[in-house]
């Protein structure tokens, strides 16, 4: 049997594309059209040799395979017995898992992050400070003249964003490409700098400097010096002019920015450029969030918490203080005694010194494939891919909330994030004797 699914969210970058057609035979993704070259990678390689089908208990150094009642029996009594267990990754799952998420590290008394704690935290910190003037991605494909990329390489880290929604896009009122300027700022002639009208090559780590000079350039001031940031002063007041004088900007800003020196600072001096300039224009700012429901691991957990990650219940209710609550000083510092990883592999990511810690805890990894965060877990509990062999929610880099669809069966046994998450939250709450108080 043969059928084509229209309207398929892709699950990979934040640019959430709902524009894919899957075409389905004998239960098998035989062709993805529309899709980029990362994405199609992902619909032709998922059920690859690192594929895990089985759960498994680590037992005197050696993984054995189990039921998945036994790894969920023993993923519980690992958390229940804990005092200070973490939650960490869930930018690669369902909001309805994120969740059941956070249910469980209330029910824990432990602390839920995210990975925005180690991507775009400083850029949530800075919305703290200043506030944020955003909007969709349609209505920057609709009527955006000005677009800015701000240490941000799409080309490669969100392949359709420029066709979908900015400089390609045929919008409402924009529809072609001599519409619209493109500007990019970064560090080093990036593949979209080579596309950019104008390319600024900013000082590495001082993005700070530059955005304070354009600031004083928009508000008319003078700037006694030659060069900011190794920009020529003649260029920073130049690029304040098309700012200025454009009928609807947006400065998409990436890790280039939010992670060099300064970090949320840079960001506060961004958001601040941006409230400037509405009020001689209209001009939006929007981050570049990387994996497909990062910004929904933001959104679920402020819903249920009023904190968008490193969220702390050990005080029996909700503390927020990144520095303190964020995974890797928890980490760093020996705190935590278990943890759970739910899509995300920190053994390959994080700080030597934030890994040797979980080397010593009893890790539990929930995750469809193996990765070197499973090598050095106690329990792995395989699920279904997201978006490909499980439904759910996930929300766009601009917060918008998409329905990613079941497209094909997945190997047998296997369940969602959501099932998974939902059974160890019962049968931890069975094992703290709280189960009535939680009901
Ligand atoms: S740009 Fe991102 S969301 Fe869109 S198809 Fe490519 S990987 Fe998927």
């Given at each position: 049997?043969?059928?084509?699914?229209?309207?398929?969210?892709?699950?990979?970058?934040?640019?959430?594309?709902?524009?894919?057609?899957?075409?389905?035979k004998?239960?098998?993704?035989?062709?993805?059209?529309?899709?980029?070259?990362?994405?199609?990678?992902?619909?032709?390689?998922?059920?690859?040799?690192?594929?895990?089908?089985?759960?498994?208990?680590?037992?005197n150094?050696?993984?054995?395979e189990?039921?998945?009642?036994?790894?969920?029996?023993?993923?519980?009594?690992?958390?229940?017995?804990?005092?200070?267990?973490?939650?960490?990754?869930?930018?690669?799952?369902?909001?309805?898992?994120?969740?059941?998420?956070?249910?469980?590290?209330?029910?824990?008394?432990?602390?839920?992050?995210?990975?925005?704690?180690?991507?775009?935290?400083?850029?949530?910190?800075?919305?703290?400070?200043?506030?944020?003037?955003?909007?969709?991605?349609?209505?920057?494909?609709?009527?955006?003249?000005?677009?800015?990329?701000?240490g941000?390489?799409?080309?490669?880290?969100?392949?359709?964003?420029?066709?979908?929604?900015?400089?390609?896009?045929?919008?409402?009122?924009?529809?072609?490409?001599?519409?619209?300027?493109?500007?990019?700022?970064?560090?080093?002639?990036?593949?979209?700098?080579?596309?950019?009208?104008?390319?600024?090559?900013?000082?590495?780590?001082?993005?700070?400097?530059?955005?304070?000079?354009?600031?004083?350039?928009?508000?008319?001031?003078?700037?006694y010096?030659?060069?900011?940031?190794?920009?020529?002063?003649?260029?920073?007041e130049?690029?304040?002019?098309?700012?200025?004088?454009?009928?609807?900007?947006?400065l998409?800003?990436?890790?280039?920015?939010?992670?060099?020196?300064?970090?949320?600072?840079?960001?506060?001096?961004?958001?601040?450029?941006?409230?400037d300039?509405?009020?001689?224009?209209?001009?939006?700012?929007?981050?570049?969030?990387?994996?497909?429901?990062?910004?929904?691991?933001?959104?679920?957990?402020?819903?249920?918490?009023?904190?968008?990650?490193?969220?702390?219940?050990?005080?029996?209710?909700?503390?927020?203080?990144?520095?303190?609550?964020?995974?890797?000083?928890?980490?760093?510092?020996?705190?935590?005694?278990?943890?759970?990883?739910?899509?995300?592999?920190?053994?390959?990511h994080?700080?030597?010194?934030?890994?040797?810690?979980?080397?010593?805890?009893?890790?539990?990894?929930?995750?469809p494939?193996?990765?070197?965060?499973?090598?050095?877990?106690?329990?792995?509990?395989?699920?279904?891919?997201?978006?490909?062999?499980?439904?759910?929610?996930?929300?766009?880099?601009?917060?918008v909330?998409?329905?990613?669809?079941?497209?094909?069966?997945?190997?047998?046994?296997?369940?969602?994030?959501?099932?998974?998450?939902?059974?160890?939250?019962?049968?931890?709450?069975?094992?703290?004797?709280e189960?009535?108080?939680?009901?």
């Open positions: 049997m043969e059928e084509t699914i229209h309207n398929v969210v892709c699950t990979v970058c934040g640019c959430c594309c709902d524009d894919l057609e899957v075409k389905i004998d239960g098998r993704i035989v062709e993805v059209k529309n899709a980029c070259a990362v994405s199609l990678s992902k619909f032709q390689n998922y059920n690859n040799e690192e594929r895990i089908v089985k759960p498994m208990i680590k037992k150094g050696e993984f054995k189990c039921s998945f009642e036994e790894a969920i029996k023993e993923a519980s009594i690992i958390l229940a017995e804990s005092e200070y267990p973490l939650i960490y990754g869930l930018s690669l799952t369902t909001t309805e898992a994120i969740s059941k998420a956070v249910e469980l590290a209330e029910a824990l008394g432990g602390v839920i992050d995210n990975t925005t704690s180690v991507c775009h935290g400083p850029s949530l910190i800075g919305v703290h400070d200043i506030g944020v003037v955003t909007c969709t991605l349609g209505e920057v494909k609709n009527r955006a003249d000005l677009i800015i990329y701000w941000s390489n799409p080309v490669f880290s969100h392949p359709r964003h420029l066709t979908r929604y900015t400089v390609f896009s045929k919008g409402k009122f924009r529809k072609e490409r001599k519409e619209r300027k493109l500007i990019v700022v970064d560090v080093r002639r990036t593949a979209t700098a080579k596309m950019a009208d104008i390319f600024i090559q900013v000082a590495p780590n001082q993005d700070y400097e530059l955005l304070s000079a354009l600031r004083m350039a928009i508000k008319g001031e003078e700037i010096l030659d060069e900011v940031a190794g920009v020529p002063v003649n260029k920073i130049e690029l304040a002019d098309l700012m200025v004088s454009c009928e609807f900007g947006i998409f800003f990436g890790l280039g920015l939010t992670m060099s020196l300064g970090k949320s600072r840079n960001i506060d001096a961004a958001l601040s450029l941006v409230r300039l509405n009020e001689k224009t209209k001009f939006l700012i929007m981050p570049m969030r990387g994996h497909y429901n990062v910004t929904g691991a933001n959104e679920a957990i402020a819903w249920q918490t009023g904190y968008p990650f490193a969220v702390d219940f050990s005080q029996g209710y909700p503390r927020y203080n990144p520095g303190e609550t964020t995974i890797i000083d928890i980490l760093n510092r020996g705190e935590c005694d278990a943890a759970l990883i739910i899509g995300s592999d920190p053994a390959a994080f700080p030597v010194s934030a890994i040797k810690h979980l080397t010593k805890i009893p890790v539990i990894i929930i995750d494939h193996k990765n070197a965060t499973t090598l050095i877990s106690k329990v792995v509990i395989p699920t279904a891919i997201t978006g490909i062999e499980a439904e759910g929610t996930v929300y766009r880099m601009d917060g909330p998409l329905e990613c669809k079941k497209l094909v069966e997945p190997p047998s046994g296997l369940k969602s994030d959501e099932e998974i998450l939902t059974e160890i939250l019962m049968s931890v709450k069975k094992l703290k004797g189960e009535k108080l939680y009901e």
